[in-house]
């Protein structure tokens, strides 16, 4: 079975703060990863992509992968109340099929 | 530019009634996708479509039918509707010959079944 594995939270940070979402996978040979968050009640909504390892930065995300450990983490910084969300992590394990996360539920309190 | 579409946006059945939830993407994709999700299963994919004239299971395909129209629309079908059924269901595309595997979500529909 083709898991990805989530803390469900909620992960609490102060607004400014730096906050550090991390997710785990189970199959080695896994290609394409992904973050995405989720307003209540709205679709999920690509945020980042990430196929090497090493680290990806687009604006005040940053996605750090690492294969060899199977872990791959999404950096939110200068965080906001806006960004308070249930982020999902998802790794394509065959194909072009996803398997999400359950997800990180994010609060940032002002 | 919608990006993908999805009716109706709220439904309740009642058991053993049948629906069909409609989805149409505009991105010129060619994959296709349908989840379904549940509090604490988070998002479990029901059916694909990788092209046009190509469909097949996902993990969780029981009680679900599905057809793709064209290269536009996928839509599943709920042959008789079981409580079980109740959950929010998304539609999604992805071009996976270009971006790889980056799927786009439409905006849910809401099920209910009594």
């Known amino acids: 079975q083709k898991e990805v594995e989530q803390n469900s939270g909620p992960l609490s940070v102060p607004e400014g703060a730096i906050a550090s979402l991390n997710c785990t996978y189970s199959?080695?040979?896994?290609?394409?990863f992904f973050w995405y968050r989720q307003y209540s009640g709205k679709s999920p909504e690509l945020i980042m992509s990430i196929y090497s390892n090493g680290d990806k930065e687009d604006g005040r995300f940053t996605a750090q992968l690492n294969k060899a450990s199977q872990y791959v983490s999404l950096l939110i910084r200068d965080s906001q109340p806006s960004d308070s969300a249930t982020y999902l992590c998802a790794v394509t394990f065959a194909g072009n099929m996803l398997t999400f996360g359950g997800g990180t539920r994010l609060m940032v309190k002002p | 530019n919608a990006g993908v579409t999805q009716t109706p946006k709220f439904q309740v059945l009642k058991t053993g009634q049948s629906m069909t939830l409609q989805c149409a993407q505009d991105?010129?994709?060619?994959?296709m996708y349908w989840y379904r999700q549940d509090p604490g299963m988070g998002l479990r994919l029901i059916y694909y479509?990788?092209?046009?004239?190509?469909?097949d299971k996902g993990e969780v395909p029981n009680g679900y039918n599905v057809s793709r129209l064209n290269k536009r629309e996928f839509s599943l079908r709920l042959e008789s509707a079981a409580p079980s059924q109740t959950s929010v269901y998304f539609c999604a595309s992805s071009e996976a010959n270009g971006s790889p595997y980056e799927q786009y979500f439409g905006p849910g529909t809401r099920l209910t079944v009594t």
């Open positions: 479509s990788a092209s046009e004239g190509t469909t």
């Open positions: 991105m010129n994709h060619n994959s």
């Open positions: 199959d080695r040979g896994s290609q394409s």
